[in-house]
Structure formats: structure tokens, C-alpha cells
């Protein structure tokens, strides 16, 4: 247990995978075996391959690596870990033969967020849901673990703990996404500069339908209505969520402990 879990990262050029590159770089319990990108960056040394759009510059450990196809053959022996950057597009089918092939493949991208089989995961909320994968890890088969949409992910952080207290009855929703969620290049500059973008692809959908997955018990998932609203701004980084919640119960007038925060019963009609 003392030695690091070898892992590859599928999609490592691109932002997101960028971003994994740099938090799993040194980190205490993974180590970078793989970086793995489509064949027009194969080959090649990964700060060649992977222009650097993040803050800070490219961990100069991996800079000199040599990137590799995205392929179940080109990883090398004992890498069973695998984390996903791919892109919506090509996702599904590219993590499938991962997947067949063996691997744990713990995903960003959405193709598999509403399969029942795939638990759809927020440590903190319902790390009970990677139930759904036991018999296929304990037989040695490969899983595919996904996390939510970058908006959902706050939602339900705030959303848990009064889901289990009183049960949430509806939802409203509404967001304002900064243009590093898009990826790169992601929105046009001519689009976004002293403008703003409203139903920005299928995020509205997205939010509409990942939550009741997370909030609900493994392979049963909520069934409350869920009204969406998302816009992109021009801000770099950041999203905005704003919640308004009916509940069952009646949270009372005083303040009540809710995840080290203070919930006030602001009107009858709007949170009950």
C-alpha cells in the first residue's frame, strides 16, 4: 500500500487533461506512468504536444514524457488506472475498450454519467453509489467511474444534506458558467467579450438530470423536477450556482446547523 498507483491520463493535451496532469504530478498515493493523446500528438514530448493554458508552467516531470496513442495496447503493465480527459465526442467508445480491456476508468467526459451500471460520484456525497462496481472489481473486470457536470458538482454538495434532512420536493436551478468551462478553444472571443451566452450546449440538460442520479440511492435515482437555467459569462474561471428549493419538511425559523453553515426558513413558500 506504500507504493504509488501507477495511472494514465487519456486526453492529456487538452485543458482538463492538463489540469489532471498537473494535480496528479507528485501527488502522494498516484504516479504518471502515461500520458495519452490523439495520434496527431503521439510521438511527441508532452510540452511540445500540449501548449500550456494553465496557470504556472507544464510540471516539468512530465514535460520531456513521451505522449502515447490512446489505446489499451500502448499502456504498459500494471497500469490499471486509468482517468479520462477525452473530449464528449469520442468518450464513450474509447472508454468502453478500456474498460473491456481491464481498466478502471474514472471519467470527466458525460458519456456515461445516466448508464445505471455507471455510479455517477461525489465523495462527499455518495461514495455508497461505487457499490454498483464491487462484483466487477473483486472478479478483476474492468468499471467506468464518472463524475458530474462542473455545476452539478457544487449543487449537491449543497443539496445533500437537505435532501436527507427533509427531502426535496423541486428544484430551480440557475447558473453563470465562466468560459474555461467550454475547454479550449472552447467559446468564441467575438461571442463572449461584453456578451453572454445563454443555453450554452447541453448544460441545461445536464443539471436537469444529474442530481436526482447522485441524490438518489444506487441504481434508484431521485424523482423530483428540476428547472435549469445556465448561462456562459465572460469571467476566465468560476461558476456561479444559485438553488431554490421546496422541501417536504418545515426547516424551522431559528438557525439550524447545515454542514457547518446556518440555513434560515426565509419565507413559508420558499424553502419548506
Not at 230 to 235: A, E, G, I, Q, S
Amino acid at each position: 500500500m506504500d507504493a504509488p498507483i501507477p495511472v494514465a491520463v487519456l486526453g492529456a493535451t487538452g485543458m482538463v487533461g492538463q489540469r489532471m496532469a498537473q494535480l496528479l504530478d507528485r501527488h502522494p498515493r498516484f504516479q504518471v506512468a502515461v500520458l495519452a493523446a490523439s495520434q496527431r500528438s503521439a510521438g511527441r514530448p508532452y510540452a511540445e504536444a500540449a501548449p500550456w493554458r494553465l496557470e504556472g508552467e507544464c510540471p516539468a516531470d512530465l514535460a520531456g514524457r513521451t505522449v502515447r496513442p490512446v489505446d489499451p495496447t500502448a499502456l504498459p503493465a500494471g497500469v490499471r488506472l486509468v482517468f479520462s480527459a477525452l473530449g464528449g465526442g469520442v468518450a464513450g467508445p474509447v472508454e468502453a475498450a478500456f474498460r473491456d480491456a481491464g481498466h478502471v476508468v474514472v471519467t470527466n467526459a458525460s458519456a456515461w454519467r445516466e448508464h445505471p451500471s455507471v455510479p455517477l460520484v461525489v465523495p462527499e456525497v455518495n461514495p455508497d453509489h461505487l457499490r454498483l462496481v464491487d462484483d466487477d472489481l473483486e472478479a478483476g473486470r474492468g468499471v467506468i467511474v464518472a463524475n458530474p457536470n462542473c455545476a452539478t458538482i457544487p449543487a449537491v454538495i449543497a443539496l445533500a444534506p437537505l435532501h436527507r434532512r427533509w427531502g426535496v420536493e423541486a428544484l430551480t436551478v440557475a447558473t453563470w458558467q465562466a468560459v474555461s468551462g467550454a475547454g479550449y478553444p472552447g467559446e468564441s472571443a467575438w461571442d463572449m467579450v461584453g456578451s453572454v451566452h445563454p443555453h450554452p450546449g447541453d448544460e441545461e440538460d445536464k443539471l436537469a438530470r444529474e442530481p436526482l442520479k447522485i441524490l438518489g440511492a444506487p441504481g434508484r435515482p431521485a424523482a423530483f423536477p428540476i428547472s435549469a437555467r445556465c448561462v456562459r459569462v465572460p469571467v476566465a474561471d468560476g461558476h456561479l450556482v444559485a438553488l431554490h428549493a421546496r422541501l417536504r419538511g418545515a426547516p424551522p425559523v431559528e438557525p439550524c446547523p447545515v454542514m457547518g453553515v446556518k440555513l434560515y426558513a426565509l419565507a413559508h413558500n420558499t424553502i419548506r
